[in-house]
RNA sequence: GGGCGCGUAGCUCAGCAUGGACAGAGCGGCAGCCUCCUAAGCUGUAGGUCGGGGGUUCAAAUCCCCUCGCGCCCGCCA
């Protein structure tokens, strides 16, 4: 918080040369840079010099700000002790609501959303992993989320999928896989097309026994989804289920209301001819056969969700980009309120694109075990129960792979790599979990001590870089927030880790003495909160010990 | 063919929204650090035509145009 308020006071104190924040700039040169003077005038060095003068004038009456200095067009601001204090009183007041903001609206953000045909692989991981940490970040900025899944339970695929384990059966294994077992088999030997189109129909019509079946097999999956993601740390508040849109009659009524558009048409199907808005091809609401197709009902669930939220976020693979620009431009048609997409470039394989339906892919599942054993081993001599060994060799796997994908920004295409994935040093949750274990350790071990500090005895630069960045987390909550990246506070994390790791090299804590040993130990409990609170944001769970 | 995204060190990535101070990290390479709070750590060093070309600008990795390479989309699939 502290440090977003400095950069506020800097705006006040310039607002009459006309400084907005683009003219700021973190930097290596100061704590915050003003580059305003280029813009503003031909001759920025005499402008910055100006700016200069005001500034040195007027600063005793801002909190934050301790000093500034010129370099030609440059101002370079300097945060004060009373910085450095204020943010230590409010991590160690605040605790695990250090941070946090305000913001306050109703959010609902779908994210996963796979089909169930099948076990999570890799490829939806960086959905998922994208969209609980935005989650994460959303609440922190005090939003009110809601988590949905939609289950895509009337598609083509689940009725072959349906076929596939009417014919073969279910395995006795995680569901799924089983699942996916009997879709790629059937998928392989082949099938009546003509047989696909009765389940479709059937279930949309509501045949119990239909019904029934599709429940169990989509119920199968699902469990087996929800498994993998709890073992993610991932949770979801809702599973929306596609039918439930069109057994309610909601379905129905929206499909009313796109009839009264002048787009609407119909001649074998039902369509929208959204060329005039440069979609050249049409977009089918209904089958041939009378049957919805996908974007109907999900026409209908953003609708629904018009109602609920202020605010809806979907996490989308790249494949969505032309469909969700198609559902956005229908919804406003309509006159709703279209959501905001969080779009990821795709996952693959060395060897090329996944497949579900091709049995090519890696799962979700074979990943975290393997992940796990490999950190399992690394920590097999480590004196510690096993018990112990297993819940911290959990936490460090879990933790590797959300942060693996996390950390990438999500327009960037990446290539699955097991070395990567299995590295757990300098750029990975690891480290940053290590950092934390390193400040519980300390703490551990310290008997009795005031929870008291003075920022005079904060003279070293590990210090004070350490300070700095604790300063700062509220700063990049709000970037994070304002552009959805999540890789932004996997940076963030990676940065204050680091300067821990620094301050924990340079600085004696409990060797040292007095108000200066107190000092200390009170910045190792803030680091402490403040590390624990970025690794909860991530969803990977803070170790006292590994 | 058209649309969207990506291309930065050997490898994996920041930086691009809102153009500014020498283009930053990690891994890998090389050289070092455990009588000291956990070495999953730390230090130093080498390594760059920011895919290529043109343009705008006092200033371009960042903006515009062209071009090459890769990925995705252009279904009565989802």
């Given at each position: 918080m502290?440090?977003?308020?400095?950069?506020?006071?800097?705006?006040?104190?310039?607002?009459?040369?006309?400084?907005?924040?683009?003219?700021?700039?973190?930097?290596?040169?100061?704590?915050?840079?003003?580059?305003?003077?280029?813009?503003?005038?031909?001759?920025?060095v005499?402008?910055?010099?100006?700016?200069?003068?005001r500034?040195k004038?007027?600063?005793s009456?801002?909190?934050?700000?301790?000093?500034?200095?010129r370099?030609?067009?440059?101002?370079?601001?300097?945060?004060?002790?009373?910085?450095?204090?204020?943010?230590?009183?409010?991590?160690?007041?605040?605790?695990?609501?250090?941070?946090?903001?305000?913001?306050?609206?109703?959010?609902?953000?779908?994210?996963?959303s796979?089909?169930?045909?099948?076990?999570?692989?890799?490829?939806?991981?960086?959905?998922?992993?994208?969209?609980?940490?935005?989650?994460?970040?959303?609440?922190?900025?005090?939003?009110?989320?809601?988590?949905?899944y939609?289950?895509?339970?009337?598609?083509?695929?689940?009725a072959?999928?349906?076929?596939?384990?009417?014919?073969y059966?279910?395995?006795?294994?995680?569901?799924d896989?089983?699942?996916?077992?009997?879709?790629?088999?059937?998928?392989?030997?082949?099938?009546?097309?003509?047989?696909?189109?009765?389940y479709?129909?059937?279930?949309?019509?509501?045949d119990?026994?239909?019904?029934?079946?599709f429940?169990?097999?989509?119920?199968?999956?699902?469990?087996?989804?929800?498994?993998?993601?709890?073992?993610?740390?991932?949770?979801h508040?809702?599973?929306?289920?596609?039918?439930?849109?069109?057994?309610?009659?909601?379905?129905?009524?929206?499909?009313?209301?796109?009839l009264?558009?002048?787009?609407?048409?119909?001649?074998?199907?039902?369509?929208?001819?959204?060329?005039?808005?440069?979609?050249?091809?049409?977009?089918?609401?209904?089958?041939?056969?009378?049957?919805?197709?996908?974007?109907?009902?999900?026409i209908?669930?953003?609708?629904?969700?018009?109602?609920?939220f202020?605010?809806?976020?979907?996490?989308?693979?790249?494949?969505?980009?032309?469909?969700?620009?198609?559902?956005?431009?229908?919804?406003?048609?309509?006159?709703?309120?279209?959501?905001?997409?969080?779009?990821?470039?795709?996952v693959?394989?060395?060897?090329?694109?996944?497949?579900?339906?091709?049995?090519?892919?890696?799962?979700a599942?074979?990943?975290?075990?393997?992940?796990?054993?490999?950190?399992?081993?690394?920590?097999?001599?480590?004196d510690?129960?096993?018990?112990?060994?297993?819940?911290?060799?959990?936490?460090?796997?879990?933790?590797?792979?959300?942060?693996?994908?996390?950390?990438?920004?999500?327009?960037?295409p990446?290539?699955?790599d097991?070395?990567?994935?299995?590295?757990f040093?300098?750029?990975?949750?690891p480290?940053?979990?290590?950092?934390?274990?390193?400040?519980?350790?300390?703490?551990?071990?310290?008997?009795?001590?005031?929870?008291?500090?003075?920022?005079?005895?904060f003279?070293?630069?590990?210090e004070?870089?350490l300070?700095?960045?604790?300063?700062?987390?509220?700063?990049?909550?709000?970037?994070?927030?304002?552009?959805?990246?999540?890789?932004?506070?996997?940076?963030?994390?990676?940065?204050?880790?680091?300067?821990?790791n620094?301050?924990?090299?340079?600085?004696?804590?409990?060797?040292?003495?007095?108000?200066?040993?107190?000092?200390r130990?009170?910045l190792?409990?803030a680091?402490?909160?403040?590390?624990?609170?970025?690794?909860?944001?991530?969803g990977?769970?803070?170790?006292?010990?590994?």
């Open positions: 502290p440090f977003r308020e400095f950069k506020t006071e800097i705006l006040n104190l310039l607002e009459n040369f006309e400084v907005f924040e683009k003219d700021l700039e973190l930097s290596d040169h100061a704590d915050m840079a003003c580059k305003a003077a280029f813009r503003l005038s031909k001759h920025p005499e402008l910055a010099k100006k700016m200069e003068e500034v004038s007027r600063s009456e801002f909190r934050f700000i301790g000093s500034v200095e370099a030609g067009p440059y101002l370079n601001f300097f945060v004060s002790q009373k910085l450095l204090d204020e943010t230590l009183r409010r991590v160690l007041t605040e605790g695990n609501r250090y941070g946090a903001l305000e913001i306050g609206k109703k959010v609902v953000i779908e994210h996963t796979a089909n169930p045909d099948g076990p999570l692989h890799i490829g939806h991981l960086r959905n998922t992993v994208i969209g609980d940490t935005l989650a994460r970040i959303l609440e922190k900025t005090g939003c009110k989320v809601e988590r949905h939609y289950v895509n339970d009337m598609g083509r695929q689940i072959l999928a349906v076929l596939g384990v009417e014919r059966g279910l395995e006795s294994i995680k569901g896989h089983a699942v996916a077992n009997a879709y790629i088999r059937i998928n392989r030997d082949g099938y009546e097309e003509s047989d696909v189109e009765k479709m129909e059937r279930y949309e019509e509501g119990e026994e239909i019904v029934s079946t429940n169990k097999v989509v119920e199968t999956a699902l469990e087996g989804i929800k498994e993998t993601l709890k073992r993610l740390n991932i949770i508040d809702r599973f929306v289920w596609e039918s439930e849109f069109v057994r309610s009659g909601y379905m129905r009524k929206v499909l009313e209301k796109l009264k558009l002048k787009e609407c048409k119909k001649n074998e199907t039902l369509y929208l001819d959204l060329s005039e808005y440069g979609i050249k091809k049409e977009v089918h609401l209904t089958r041939k056969n009378g049957t919805s197709l996908y974007v109907l009902r999900d209908a669930y953003h609708i629904w969700k018009n109602e609920k202020e605010r809806m976020i979907n996490v989308l693979g790249a494949d969505h980009k032309l469909y969700s620009r198609q559902l956005s431009l229908v919804l406003e048609l309509m006159g709703y309120n279209s959501p905001e997409n969080v779009i990821f470039e795709f693959s394989l060395p060897e090329g694109s996944m497949s579900t339906r091709k049995g090519k892919f890696i799962s599942d074979e990943l975290i075990d393997k992940v796990v054993e490999t950190a399992s081993d690394l920590i097999s001599d480590k510690m129960e096993d018990e112990e060994k297993k819940k911290v060799a959990e936490a460090v796997g879990v933790g590797a792979i959300r942060f693996d994908i996390v950390r990438v920004s999500p327009e960037k990446t290539v699955f097991w070395k990567q994935a299995l590295d040093e300098r750029q990975t949750s480290y940053v979990q290590y950092a934390y274990a390193r400040a519980s350790s300390i703490l551990k071990k310290v008997e009795d001590f005031d929870l008291r500090w003075d920022v005079a005895h003279n070293h630069p590990s004070l870089r300070i700095k960045e604790l300063s700062m987390f509220s700063f990049h909550l709000e970037r994070c927030y304002r552009l959805l990246k999540p890789n932004i506070m996997a940076g963030y994390a990676l940065n204050l880790a680091n300067a821990f620094a301050f924990y090299r340079d600085i004696p804590v409990l060797q040292s003495e007095g108000n200066l040993r107190n000092s130990i009170s190792v409990m680091s402490k909160i403040v590390l624990g609170e970025v690794l909860n944001l991530l990977i769970e803070p170790l006292e010990r590994m």
